[in-house]
């Protein structure tokens, strides 16, 4: 297996060891996603389902920063946001360019988005819907360099038989249809896609969620390898923290829109400091029953982040709420050890972790994962 780099991004110079420098990737200050609700005969907006509501976020390189949060939290929407697939309402998305410098994407003019967005990268859950059928494989994974003017003609075509090697399918894969393929395999395939054009950041949107466990776990240590490798940056974005506990260096657990607590993965999963977290983890199943820990049910729906409640916004399902939950909003502060949390009592309750396997539980990245292929004609 070659560890081919691409040889010229469109937009680098040639001195990009900055890039391999310490320090923050991605910044996102006070970051909001307001989707207008329109109503009434002449379509006036009269509110606004506010999906991302001010969150500020630090991704430093080469590190994992997982996302979490029950479905319709916002993770999804922010992961969009920052890569601008959808237009901020307020706030900043700082990304640190190695030629460009500090590059505020939500101000970003076009020809700027256009030298940044190699650089970052989306894995979707569904592999299916993110994949042309049309398409072979090969030209599913040399799209973004043929449209980046990267490469053509036997360059292009080596290019795609490394990066089918890199991710444990095979250079003859290259002309066959994505629908030949399992759903790891073709998760592998859209990885090789975005790894293409050898970028820093991937934010991997419930990148294994639809996957069977033994096959979420090969495809979590080929990102892993990955990232030492290319040394990558990931913002994971799951709503399964035993998926999280392996793969992630720090987590931010979001609710309605906002951040309830950020930290170290090995601290938050051991001592939450914000009762959604402790409910969060309460829910991970736990196989020794000597660690199992007492499920703290988490009870009624995530609120409405069109008409979220007053103060702290979980304090309708918190069970350790008091009289001011309901009237003043906590701020995400720092609690210390390099860890944040929005919670009035955050030094007062003694919150329960869990206890999840450890990595070493995970099988190896690299079984024959190719499968025969049951047919090389497209569908229709
Ligand atoms: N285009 C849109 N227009 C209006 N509301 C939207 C839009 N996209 C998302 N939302 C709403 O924003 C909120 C956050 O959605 P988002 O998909 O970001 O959450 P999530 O945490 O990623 O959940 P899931 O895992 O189910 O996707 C939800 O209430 C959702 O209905």
């Known amino acids: ?217 090969q495809v979590i240590n080929l990102l892993e390898d990955l990232q030492d490798r290319l040394k990558l940056t990931y913002v994971f974005i799951s709503h399964d923290l035993s998926v999280v506990e392996h793969i992630s260096d720090r987590v931010a657990v979001m609710y309605v829109g906002k951040l309830v607590e950020t930290g170290p993965t090995q601290e938050l999963f051991s001592k939450p400091k914000h009762p959604y977290t402790e409910a969060l983890l309460s829910a991970v199943p736990q196989p020794d029953p000597r660690t199992r820990t007492e499920v703290v049910p988490l009870t009624g729906d995530v609120p409405s982040p069109a008409n979220p409640p007053s103060g702290c916004y979980f304090h309708t399902r918190c069970p350790y709420a008091q009289d001011i939950c309901s009237v003043e909003t906590p701020l995400l502060r720092d609690v210390g050890e390099g860890r944040q949390a929005a919670c009035h009592f955050s030094d007062q309750l003694n919150l329960k972790g869990a206890v999840v396997p450890s990595a070493e539980a995970l099988p190896d990245a690299q079984p024959d994962v190719v499968t025969e292929v049951k047919s090389t004609t497209p569908s229709a």
């Open 1 to 217: 297996m070659t560890d081919t780099k691409i040889e010229s991004r469109p937009d680098d110079s040639p001195d990009d060891s900055a890039n391999a420098a310490e320090g923050p990737l991605l910044e996102v200050r006070d970051l909001k996603k307001h989707f207008p609700i329109k109503g009434g005969l002449f379509r006036r907006t009269v509110g606004a389902v506010k999906a991302v509501d001010g969150v500020n976020l630090t991704v430093n390189r080469g590190e994992t920063l997982a996302v979490v949060g029950e479905s319709g939290c916002g993770k999804s929407t922010t992961g969009r946001t920052i890569l601008r697939l959808e237009e901020p309402t307020d706030g900043e998305v700082v990304f640190h360019h190695p030629k460009l410098g500090p590059v505020n994407l939500a101000t970003a003019d076009s020809n700027t988005m256009q030298q940044i967005r190699p650089r970052m990268q989306i894995i979707f859950q569904d592999p299916f819907a993110s994949l042309d059928s049309r398409m072979t494989v090969g030209r599913v994974i040399a799209e973004p360099l043929i449209i980046n003017k990267v490469m053509k003609g036997q360059q292009l075509r080596d290019r795609v038989a490394d990066l089918l090697t890199m991710v444990g399918l095979r250079p003859e894969h290259a002309s066959r249809y994505p629908h030949a393929f399992s759903g790891g395999q073709r998760q592998r395939i859209g990885i090789a896609r975005a790894i293409a054009l050898d970028p820093d950041l991937i934010i991997c949107d419930e990148a294994v969620s639809a996957l069977d466990v033994s096959v979420q776990a």
